[in-house]
């Protein structure tokens, strides 16, 4: 039976997602395979994950399969595993999903959030899920860049250096900025991201709302390919992965 988990997880001491060669390297993924072992009792048994996130990435909404045979009802799984997971993950929610059910290749769109924390002054609990700006940041001025990245587009400009991808060209469906507080939330939709573009996106927002990049250029900006061109990669710890959706 394959079956489809929701997974949320403070990434603050995984190095990603992704489990790694090294043994000693600590990744979410890795922590859920042993306690998947440990529950089901078989040693051999692997998920397949839904978005690689980097290390200090946190997550609401990752997604992952296993093939497992178990006597456990599906609804119960959830419950069930809680026990053997370190304390920053847990699965939310099991359900059985189609043999053929991939979890990358049958998304449809994901949503992520960037938060900043814009004050005066820093606050110590929110610096392992913010990043930090002093000066006020302009709203007005982000959301109108924010704008600019709305469509289908190649987003090479906002692309890391090493990405392994076919193309660079993706769909943002909504991309937008709103305030609670002290805290700047960046909430952007789209049907994939290329290595490190939610942090790209975060960071050139970031430059907008502090009047170093005029808003109206976001969308020049996009249509250059120029990495050099777009903001900085703003900090890991400040993005979560909200959401995976499917049809």
Known sequence: MRILLT????GT?????QKQKNPDVITVEGELEKALRKLFRNEELEC????????GVHALGQR???DVDTTIPVEKISLAIRSFLPADIIVTKAEAVADTFHPRFDCVKKTYEYRFWNAPVKNPKERLYSSYVQKPLDLDKMNEGAKGLIGTHDFAAFCAAGAQVSTTVRTIFDCHVEREGDCVRILVTGDGFLYNMVRIIAGTLMAVGLGKI????VADIVASLDRSRAGQTAEPQGLTLQEIFYE
């Open 7 to 10: 997974i949320a997880y403070d």
């Open 13 to 17: 001491r995984f190095s990603g997602w």
């Open 48 to 55: 397949i994950g839904a978005s690689r996130t980097d290390a």
């Open 64 to 66: 992952a399969v296993i």
């Open 214 to 217: 005029p808003a109206e250029s």
